[in-house]
Each structure stands twice: as structure tokens, then as C-alpha cells.
């Protein structure tokens, strides 16, 4: 839980950023088309309704001046309260149709809002899903959640709330400029005096509130991981009774969180309120501008007060984009950060995966070299054979690369040198959907889902039934215990199936791999936290299993593997001996003494 | 609810100064108009100075309002944010008194999201609703008496649809706040899955089960959408509902009160600022409706967090305990049993709860070695987490030298009673910094000792970064073995004077296994050691040896004693004691 590490992004251009967006949205253009339409329509009917009690007002209730046309005096007095009936229903029908054009809007900007943020994130996470496990390896989880969470949310806000209105005040900001124009061209530019300023503020604030944000999203997502990470573990922080520094360590990324924050509540607040003050001194100089012009009756004092009501119009819109500015800056900045997600690659997919002819199992490791971080090699020149029906043990010292192997072999990575064949071809020219269905994999990292016991044997595959499932439970020696729980197989898993023992984990994700019936079978530490009587058990039911097919198993404890057909020792990352149990023990070297270690009196050792 | 008003409070001073600026703001707000109606006279009189003055006003208008505005906002949204890193971290520190029952309960990816969207959703409806709500009833209490001074009869008929608006608005926030839930919970459940899919991101690759994730991922986004739209359904009518409202009152006043002009009964001036006021209070009767949903929302988050504030554990850390306590290190089960359903009344199977341990009677001297052996299942992890009173017994009690462990202060008993538990968990970090996990004053020197004692050198020595190496979420980037050695060092840089090892070394090979037991044997010497494993050179030295069947105490003794009766541990053992006479051929 390292407190403070931060990441470093490309900066992206916003247009691209921008063209992403829209490039989810697309799809719900039709919604999004009408909704933009609707916008100026409901303007109109909220519009017209004063309009029309300065029209009720005129006409019937102030009889003193009538502006209405002769002829329709006669049609007004035969109304009379009528008339001021017709008005209201007048009045109603505007009102609905407000209503109903609000409420379509509404409605229709939520749906694409919510239709296509959830497309984004559905991408997104079948994005990261397929990258390769170095991402995985520097990326914490909780980073990746906020990412798919929050920065989304950040976006959606844009779409909502942003996007369509920017339109209508766009087309409202240019009227109502062509309208100054047209009504008094000097005084208007005299008006538009307000942009360059407001440009050089917007301009300013873009540059300074990008940093905040891009902060924002940072300091957030470092805090979210921290907080994943923590929850996580709380039990280890409990044992340790590191709850103190664990809240200080929080209240650090807290703060710093909050610093952010706030600092983009200053600059919003500050653009904000320059818009509003801007709007009140440009009246300011069209009063002194024109007050001077009619003074030296230039102009009428009518036309210098129609033009204040312009310009005051004038500002509406811009006080709406102001505001919406500051959405689109920290939309961007998420959208810099999803982009950048967007931008990992996946491993690389063989244009044509080559067709697999020969499909008994052989597994080839040709000179491997690998390293998961460079410069610090793993694997050195690796060579191994696995003939197919080969039973082939890897033993060695802790941290001496074997589960490196079956990485590369899965390709959970890909090798620096040389190359690993599964069925005589390259496991970079397989399809790699393919090749992980051919190996099952019991791996040293036991996990389970969230669920029941049935789930999490099968993992999706539906034709998997309960019978199937059971047998593999047996054979792992997990049916006796899970027989024993009131629900059975139905008994549920907490995360990371912390309901149950250690032991108890492991021989369920063993009986996983089994259940997936595969052609090559590799157990890395498959039974290193089971009794050594059901270790032993579990071994005579894979006996049987195993007849025909490949199996690459790792072990520490060699009792588990002395009946392999073939043995490798492996030492600091590369191969030091193989052969068979009785080959190695003869040959009186690592092995050797690793058996000693183990079995030897204690007073042999040394 | 009650405890959002008391952060409140706290910044009450704040909200003053802030809510104070907003007056402010509006005050200058409203005599620019006077000042340009001045300014307007003064072009009428083709008076230039009083004109140049009246400018000059409406500029310095201008920008202290912009000032006053300015302030205001900032002032309080920041209030805002100080409440919510104040409820961030104020849950995060109950979080983590919180036992390990809540955290089976809840998933990592659940929680999150409560401590991510559900508090952004209590800090808009105080950042927006504290503003909303002081200024809107200001507002209607300064129009209303104007109103009424006009014309009371046409007030009250005026104000008749928003009374009516009161009342629906009271039934729909119900089903606001329903849907708000259900919309805060769905994102929820994304975020779980998220969590969890990318938790085990290794399985899912290996299974290939990218697919299948992203189908149940798919599903929950598109109930989600649902949710979400489900909820934009009732907020689209919010707005129509209050302008609705707003516009009914003018209808009333246009035609009632326009019948009273017409009877002479007020006049028209009467009628015009009647309506001005109206619709002065119409928009702050808008934002009403938006800050009514905000709220709602709000309150449907705050019902979550509250949910975490509510959990209360049996063990809580106290503030200040002692460091660690002088104790001779002897430790006892009296009597102990203990069902990991027995305080949980939601999973009720009807039968009587399955005791995972059943009267446990067990001693160990001080400075001895006890080893808790067993077939997978049997109890040994549980007996040792009721060391630590991470779990309860449900009858019995736990003592150390003699006093029960209830009374002795959780945070001393904690480091009395170091564990390495058996699923080696780390953190993202540095290893030095994993290592003095438990006790960051841990010395330079303390870490490497402790991470040799481990068998850790030669590791460290192959990592260019040596102890200064990341090891990623979990310990992600260390083999198995290393993990758990990492753990063992841990352990040790910890100094408890009871040491707990739960398989501590199940992914050792047997060469490095044997290193450690000899120094860690060393290290711990005098100590209290309490070993759980499954391999004989693990236990075969224990002053006592336990062997645990089904959750009751099978056979006991010392490893000759138990060999000699052929019993369970015979049986558990005697495969790798066979392999060891063949050796010695
Ligand atoms: N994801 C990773 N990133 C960086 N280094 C790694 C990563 N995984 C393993 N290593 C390093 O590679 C080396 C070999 O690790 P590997 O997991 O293959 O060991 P192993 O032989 O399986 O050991 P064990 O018996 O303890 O499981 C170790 O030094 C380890 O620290
Ligand atoms: N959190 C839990 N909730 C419910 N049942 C649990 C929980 N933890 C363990 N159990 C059950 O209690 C029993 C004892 O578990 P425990 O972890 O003590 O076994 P163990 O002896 O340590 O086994 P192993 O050798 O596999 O580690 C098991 O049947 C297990 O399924
Ligand atoms: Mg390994
Ligand atoms: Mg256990």
C-alpha cells in the first residue's frame, strides 16, 4: 500500500478524446438527434408564456391602450371573459407542450447517457479483461475500478448534462449576437468587448483547472486503491494492529484528495462568478458608450435600453457554457485516463492460428529465456521435452522460476528467447483461447468467486451437470467435506471463498481443473496446504485420470512426485538435472540432497 | 441523518460566512438594476458626471459581487468536501475495527463503492441542499409577507398549487428515494464485479473465461440501466411538476386577480408586482426540485453508509492499549467451543449450528512448543484465530497466563500474540516496508535480521532493488515460497512473545524449509511457539503435539507417543516417515 505513487499519462489531444466519446454515443445518435431538437422547441414554449400574459394583460384587463389591429376590437369586446378564458387554455396548451418537450428531452439525454457510458464501460472491461498479466502485475485493482466507475460517471455527467445544451446555447449565443449586430453594429462591438477577456479566463482556466483535474482523478483513484487494497487485507492489519498507521496512511491520501478538490471548486467558483461580473461592467460600458451617443443624440435612449436587454441575453448562454466548461474539463481528463486504458495492448493474436493437427499433448521448452522486468532475468535457457502421456515433475528452491514456467506455457507472458511449443506448434501461433482449453491449470494462487460451490466448479459451462461436478469433486477428495455442508453443492462461497479452510480452497480449485477435462493437466503446488493422507488419496484418483495424458507437475514435498516419469530439478532459474527418482538419487546431486533434506535422519543432514 | 447534521455543525461557521456571501451576492446583485436606472436618468438629464459616477458604481458593483459570488460558492462546496473527507475518513477508521464477519458479509468491491459513490452522493446533497435549503425558505418568507400585504386573498389563491405540490412531492420522494438506492446499489454490484473479475484475473485467463465475466458484466450493467432510467422516469417529472405548479399560481393571478382589476377591487400595479414576485419565487423553487432529488438521493447513500456506521464489533480496538503485555506466555482453551454460525442469525439451517470446534482443552507452558496437526478442515486455523479474538468462542474461554482474553486490551493481546497467517497476504510496498508492517519503528537492522532469520538473502540479493522492491497487490510479483517467507519475516520484525505459524511454510521446498525452522527455532527460543502443519519435520519436535479430528481433540502427545499408537497421526504421517527409512538404505 504504497502512499503516493502516481501515474504518468500521455497527454492526448482533445479532439481525439472527443471522438471517442462521441464514438460510444453514435449508436444512440437517433435519441440523441431528437433530443438536441427538442431543446430549442421547449425553449420556445417556456418562452412564449410570458408572452402570452403580456398579451392577456393588453388585450383584455388594460383597456386603456389597445395595440391589437382595429378589426379585432369587435371579436374582443364579443369575448370579453371568454376571451380571457381562450388565453388561459392558451396558456395550459404552452405549458404542456413545455412539459412534454422537457420530459422527452430529459428523458432521451438519460437514456443515451446511461446506454452508452454502459457500452463504454462493457468495452472497457472486455478490454482489460484480455490484457496480458504484466498490466495486471502494475496496475492495482482498485485503480482499475475507478476507472470503469468514477471516470465513466465523469463522462456520463458530460453526455447528460453538457453536450445537448452546449447546442442550444451555441445557436442562442450566435442569434443573439446577429441580432446586436444588425440593431446597432458599433455599440455591439463595443459589447463583444466582454469575449476577449472571457477567451483569455476560459484560456487560463484551461490550462490551470487540466493539471487540478488530471490531479483530481489521480490523487482519487490512488486513494480508491489504497482503500481496495485495505478492505482486502483488514485482517492483516487487525493482526498487526497497524489500524493507527493504516488511518494515517488513508487520511494522507485523504488530504491530498481533498487539496485537489478544492482547488477546482476555487477555479470553478472563480470563472463562474468572472462571467457574472463581466456581464455586469459590459453594461456598464454600454450605458457610457451609448448614454454618451445620446447624449449627443446619436441614438434614442429606447434603442440604448433595448441593447442592454440584448446583452444581457446575451450573457445567459454564456454563463451556461461557463459552467458546462468545467464538466467538459473533468470529462476530458477521465476520458484521458480511460483512453490511455484503451491504449494497453493485448497480447499480440496470430493473424491465422495455426491448425492443430496433432493434439496429443507434447509440450517443447527450446532455449527460454524470460524475465518480468527487464534486467532482471528469470528463466535462462531453458530446454525441457514433455512427451505426450509424459508425467513430468519440476522441483527446486523456492523463487528458482517454476511457476515461470507454466506462465510462459499458458502464456500469461511471452518469452524474451527461444520458444515453447504445445502439439509441435508455438504457443504464439495458437489461438489463445484455444490453447488455455487445452491446459488446466491448477494454480499455486488458489482463488475462488463469490457464488456456490457448483459455480465455481463449472465456471459458466452449463453442459458441466451436477454428476460431473461431483465426480471431479471426488476424485480431488473434496466431496466428503462438501457432502457434510447443510447446502451441499449449493453452499455458498464468500469472496475469495473465505468461508472455508485453506486446505479445503485448494482441493476445490484442483477439482475445478479437473472438471474442465484437459488434455494436458498442470498442478503447481496443487495439494501443498492438504494432509498428506488425503494428498495421498487425491493422488491415487489422479492415477487413473491421468492415464493418456500429459501432466507437468510441481511439488515440494517429494513424496508427491517420486512415481513421475521424469523429474526436473531446476536452480536459480535454469535446469540442473533430469531423470527419473531412482536416476537422480544415484546421480547423488541436487536432488539428492533436496530427498535427504527431506527424509534423511536429521543427523545425516549437512 | 443525524450524524450528517453533527458534520454539519462542525462547519457550521463556514456555512455562516458562506451563506452569508450568497446574501451579499444577491444584495449587489439587485442594485445594479437601481444603479442602471440612475444611470438612465442621469442620460435623460445629459448629466456626464453623475452618468461617469453612476458607471464607475455599477463596475465596483460588479466585482465585489463577483468577489461576494465567488466566496460563496467555493466556500461552500468546500464545505462540502471537508464534510466528505471527514466521513471518508471517519468510516474508513471504523472500517477497520470491523471483524472479519463484516468484511465475509460484504464484498471488497461493495464496500468500495459505498465509500466511493454512495459519499459523493451525500456530498452533493450538502454541497447543493445546505445552499438550497437556507436560501429558498429566506425567499419565500421576504415574498410571502410582501404578497400578503398586497392582497391577502390573492395570495392564498395563489399559493394553493404549491401547497398541492407539498403533497405530491411528499409521496413521490418516496419512490425517489427507493429508486436512488436501488441505482446506488446497482453501480454497486458493478463495482463488485470489477473487483472480484480482476481479483482473479488468473483464473479467469486460465478458464477462459473472459466471456462468461463479461456476459454476467453485461447483465448487471443492463439491470443498472434499468435502475437508472427507472429513476430519470420520476426526476423527469420533478421539473414539470414544480413549474407546473409555478404556472398554475400565475393563472390564478391572472385570472382571479385579473377579475379583481376588473371589479376594481386591486389595481394593476398590484397585479404586476405580483406577479414579479411570483416568479421570483419560481426559480428558487425550481432549484428545489433539483436539490429534492439530490437529497433524495442523498439519504438513499447516507442509508448505506449508515449500515457501516452501524456494525458495531465485539472486538474493538481501544485507542490507547498498552504496547504489548508482559506476559509468561502460557496459554490455555478451556473448554472451547466455537460455530462459525452461531452469532449469525441470517444463515439459520434450521439443525443445530456445526461446530467447527468442540471442547478443547488444551495447555501450553510457557517458552513450550505445541503443534496442532489435522486433516484438511479438521480446525486447526480456527483454533488458532480465537488466539487473536479475530472469532469468539461460543462456550469456553481462551486464557493466557490464566487471564481470559476478553479482558485483556485487543490492541496489547494483538501484538502479544504474533500470527502468520496461513494465507500469505502482503501489499503493494516495499518489501522493507512489508516486513516492518506491524512495527513501522522497526529499525534497518531489525528488517534484514528478521528477512534472514526468514531466508530471505538470497531472494533479496537476486532483486536489483533489494529490499526496496515493489512487490505488487498482494505480493503479486514474488513466487509462492517467497511470499510466505516474507510473512514469516514479518512476523518476526513484529516480536511477539507468543508466535502463531498456521502452515507457515506449506510453499517452501525442503532445503529452505529446513533453514528457516532452524533459525526461526533459534529466534523464537524461550518464546511460546504454536505450530499448525502437515509436514513431519514441521512437528515432530512439539512439546505436545494435538491432532485435531472433526473439531474435537483426537489423539495427544509427543510424535513417539503418537506413532506408537498407530492412530490418526500415524496414519497422517506415516507415508513420509515410510520414504524416510527407504532412504536410508
Ligand atoms: N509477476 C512477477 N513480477 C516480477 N517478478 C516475479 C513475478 N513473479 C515471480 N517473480 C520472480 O521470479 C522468480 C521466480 O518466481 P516463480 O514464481 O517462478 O518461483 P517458483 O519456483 O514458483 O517458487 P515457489 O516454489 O516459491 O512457488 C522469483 O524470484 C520471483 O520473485
Ligand atoms: N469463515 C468461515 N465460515 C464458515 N465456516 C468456516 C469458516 N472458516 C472455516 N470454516 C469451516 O470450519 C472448518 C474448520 O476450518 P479450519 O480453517 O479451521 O480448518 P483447518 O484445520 O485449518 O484446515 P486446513 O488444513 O485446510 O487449513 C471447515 O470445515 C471450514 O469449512
Ligand atoms: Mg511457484
Ligand atoms: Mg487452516
Known sequence: MEVGREEKLARVHELTLLKRVWSFVRPYRLPFWIAVVLMPLNTLFALSQPYLVKLTIDLFLDPRHRPAPAWLHPLLRAAGTHGLLAMGALYVMMLLGEFATFYGQFYLTMMVAQYSMSDLRTALFNHVERLPMAFFDRTPVGRLVSRMTTDIDAISEMVNAGSLTIFNDAITLVAIVVIMLTFNARLALWALCAIPPLLLMVNFFRVRARVVYRDIRERLAALNAYLAEALAGMGVIQLFTRERESCREFDQLNLRARESLMLANIYEAGLFSSVEALSSITIAIILWVGGGEVIRSLIGLGTLVAFMEYAQKFFNPLREMSQKYTVLQSSLVAMERIEALLEEKPLSRPAAPARITDRRGSIVFEHVDFAYRPGEPVLKDVSLTVEPGQKVAIVGATGSGKTTIIKLLTRFYDVKAGRILVDGVDVREWDLTELRRAIGLVQQDVFLFAGDILENIRLGRVDLDDSAVRTALARAQALRFVEQMPAGLREEVHERGANFSAGQRQLMSFARALAYDPRILVMDEATSSVDSETEHLVQLALEQLLTGRTALIIAHRLSTIQSADRILVMSNGSLRESGTHQELLARRGLYYRLFELQYGAPDTAE | ?585
Open chain 2, 1 to 585: 441523518m443525524r450524524r450528517l447534521l453533527s458534520y454539519i455543525g462542525r462547519f457550521w461557521h463556514r456555512y455562516a460566512f458562506g451563506i452569508f456571501c450568497t446574501l451579499a451576492t444577491a444584495a449587489l446583485g439587485m442594485t445594479i438594476p437601481y444603479l442602471v436606472r440612475d444611470a438612465i436618468n442621469a442620460i435623460q438629464a445629459h448629466d456626464y458626471l453623475r452618468l461617469a459616477f453612476m458607471v464607475k458604481l455599477i463596475c465596483g458593483a460588479a466585482v465585489l459581487g463577483g468577489v461576494a459570488r465567488w466566496f460563496s460558492r467555493f466556500v461552500i462546496f468546500n464545505c462540502g468536501r471537508d464534510i466528505e473527507y471527514n466521513l471518508r475518513n471517519d468510516l474508513f477508521a471504523h472500517l477497520v475495527k470491523l471483524g472479519p464477519e463484516f468484511y465475509e458479509r460484504l464484498k471488497t468491491g461493495d464496500l468500495m463503492s459505498r465509500l466511493v459513490n454512495d459519499l459523493t452522493a451525500v456530498r452533493m446533497m450538502i454541497g447543493m441542499g445546505v445552499l438550497s435549503f437556507t436560501t429558498t425558505p429566506l425567499m419565500w418568507v421576504l415574498s410571502l409577507s410582501v404578497m400578503l400585504s398586497l392582497s391577502p386573498r390573492l395570495t392564498l389563491a395563489s399559493i394553493a398549487p404549491y401547497l398541492v405540490l407539498f403533497f405530491v412531492m411528499y409521496h413521490l420522494s418516496r419512490s425517489i428515494m427507493e429508486r436512488s438506492l436501488r441505482v446506488q446499489e446497482g453501480i454497486g454490484a458493478i463495482g463488485a464485479k470489477i473487483q472480484e473479475s480482476l481479483s482473479g484475473i488468473h483464473i479467469v485467463k486460465a478458464y477462459t473465461l473472459e466471456q462468461h465475466q463479461a456476459a454476467q458484466f453485461r447483465a448487471l450493467n443492463d439491470s443498472y440501466n434499468e435502475q437508472g432510467l427507472a429513476l430519470a422516469r420520476i426526476r423527469g417529472v420533478l421539473l414539470p411538476l414544480i413549474r407546473g405548479a409555478a404556472a398554475a399560481s400565475t393563472m390564478i393571478v391572472l385570472i382571479y386577480g385579473g377579475a379583481l382589476v376588473m371589479a376594481h377591487r386591486i389595481s394593476i400595479g398590484d397585479l404586476v408586482a405580483f406577479m414579479s414576485y411570483l416568479v421570483a419565487l419560481a426559480w428558487p423553487t425550481t432549484s428545489l426540485g433539483w436539490t429534492i432529488s439530490l437529497y433524495q438521493r442523498g439519504k438513499a447513500a447516507m442509508k448505506r453508509l449508515a449500515e457501516i456506521f452501524e456494525t458495531t464489533s465485539t472486538t474493538m480496538i481501544e485507542e490507547d492499549g498498552p504496547l504489548r503485555l508482559e506476559v509468561a506466555g502460557e496459554v490455555r482453551w478451556e473448554d472451547v467451543s466455537f460455530s462459525y454460525f452461531a452469532n449469525r442469525n441470517g444463515s439459520s439451517n434450521g439443525a443445530a449450528p456445526a461446530y467447527a470446534l468442540r471442547g478443547i482443552n488444551v495447555t501450553v507452558r510457557p517458552g513450550e512448543k505445541l503443534a496442532i496437526v489435522g486433516r484438511t478442515g479438521a480446525g486447526k486455523s480456527t483454533m488458532v484465530k480465537l488466539l487473536t479474538r479475530m472469532i469468539e468462542p461460543t462456550t469456553g474461554r481462551v486464557t493466557i497466563d490464566g487471564r481470559d482474553i476478553r479482558e485483556l486490551p485487543l490492541g496489547g493481546l494483538r501484538r502479544t500474540v504474533g500470527v502468520v497467517p496461513q494465507e500469505p497476504l502482503l501489499f503493494s510496498d516495499t518489501l522493507a516496508r512489508n516486513i516492518a508492517f506491524g512495527r513501522t519503528d522497526a529499525s534497518r537492522d531489525e528488517i534484514i535480521e528478521a528477512a534472514h532469520v526468514a531466508g530471505l538473502d538470497s531472494d533479496i540479493a537476486m532483486m536489483p532493488r533489494g529490499l526496496e522492491t515493489v512487490v505488487g497487490e498482494r505480493g503479486m510479483s514474488l513466487s509462492g515460497g517467497q511470499k510466505q517467507r516474507v510473512t514469516i519475516a514479518r512476523l518476526l520484525a513484529y516480536n511477539p512473545s507468543i508466535v502463531v505459524l498456521d502452515d507457515a511454510l506449506s510453499s517452501v521446498d525442503t532445503e529452505t524449509e529446513r533453514a528457516v525452522l532452524e533459525s526461526l527455532g533459534q529466534s523464537v527460543r524461550g518464546r511460546t511457539t504454536i505450530v499448525v502443519s502437515h509436514r513431519a519435520s514441521t512437528v515432530r519436535d512439539a512439546d505436545e503435539i494435538i491432532v485435531l479430528d472433526q473439531g474435537t481433540i483426537a489423539e495427544r502427545g509427543t510424535h513417539e507417543e503418537l506413532m506408537a499408537r498407530r492412530g490418526i497421526y500415524a496414519g497422517l504421517f506415516h507415508r513420509q516417515l515410510l520414504e524416510e527409512e527407504l532412504t536410508q538404505y
